[in-house]
T-cell receptor
Framework: DQQVKQNSPSLSVQEGRISILNCDYTNSMFDYFLWYKKYPAEGPTFLISISSIKDKNEDGRFTVFLNKSAKHLSLHIVPSQPGDSAVYFCAAIKYNQGGKLIFGQGTELSVKP | GAGVSQSPRYKVAKRGQDVALRCDPISGHVSLFWYQQALGQGPEFLTYFQNEAQLDKSGLPSDRFFAERPEGSVSTLKIQRTQQEDSAVYLC?????????????FGSGTQLSVL
């Protein structure tokens, strides 16, 4: 069963506009959510995270929103830049599960100049 | 280097062959993780070490998969009698301490192709 789902395999956005990447999860026991970014031929790199006790976390151009009642989180990138073009993975974890991140399938973002 | 290093970068194996994948974590990092990423999917957890202790191996798909970290630094993931379904990118990650909420630092992965 897919506990973390990213239903959009790809997203195309114009440079300077907002990118919104979505993620849904099924397990209400998750304590922490993370977004990782992956360029081709490289490993994923950490982007931003949010605890389940919060509903928003912001870091520069990146903001993550968490809606626990809907079991939904989203990553907003404003303004989008061509260098943001990559695959974005949503991940979730339970506090007592060590580093056992549960990843979504990923969304490939393309930011066009 | 300062990052997580994995070798080889690419590995082609004939079905039934044994393979060994190496991971050099960031120096001093306590925790080390192995993930498997199939084409078009997100990474899936395989196993987790804290220093030399393997604390969780629940994600290993079968007893053909074996991981070790004997001195608490370098780790090796061994796959015996490889099958075509083992074809994937194998990612190693490390983190400074043992907190489950720490961000992980990933290597570039080993792409395994089983023919």
């Amino acid at each position: 069963d897919q506990q973390v789902k990213q239903n959009s395999p790809s997203l195309s956005v114009q440079e300077g506009r907002i990118s919104i990447l979505n993620c849904d999860y099924t397990n209400s026991m998750f304590d922490y959510f993370l977004w990782y970014k992956k360029y081709p031929a490289e490993g994923p790199t950490f982007l931003i995270s949010i605890s389940s006790i919060k509903d928003k976390n912001e870091d520069g151009r990146f903001t993550v929103f968490l809606n626990k009642s809907a079991k939904h989180l989203s990553l907003h990138i404003v303004p989008s830049q061509p260098g943001d073009s990559a695959v974005y993975f949503c991940a979730a974890i339970k506090y007592n599960q060590g580093g056992k991140l549960i990843f979504g399938q990923g969304t490939e973002l393309s930011v066009k100049p | 280097g300062a990052g997580v290093s994995q070798s080889p970068r690419y590995k082609v194996a004939k079905r039934g062959q044994d393979v060994a994948l190496r991971c050099d974590p960031i120096s001093g990092h306590v925790s080390l993780f192995w993930y498997q990423q199939a084409l078009g999917q997100g990474p899936e957890f395989l196993t987790y070490f804290q220093n030399e202790a393997q604390l969780d191996k629940s994600g290993l798909p079968s007893d053909r998969f074996f991981a070790e970290r004997p001195e608490g630094s370098v780790s090796t993931l061994k796959i015996q009698r490889t099958q075509q379904e083992d074809s994937a990118v194998y990612l190693c990650a490390s983190s400074p301490r043992g907190s489950s909420m720490e961000k992980l630092f990933f290597g570039s992965g080993t792409q395994l192709s089983v023919l």
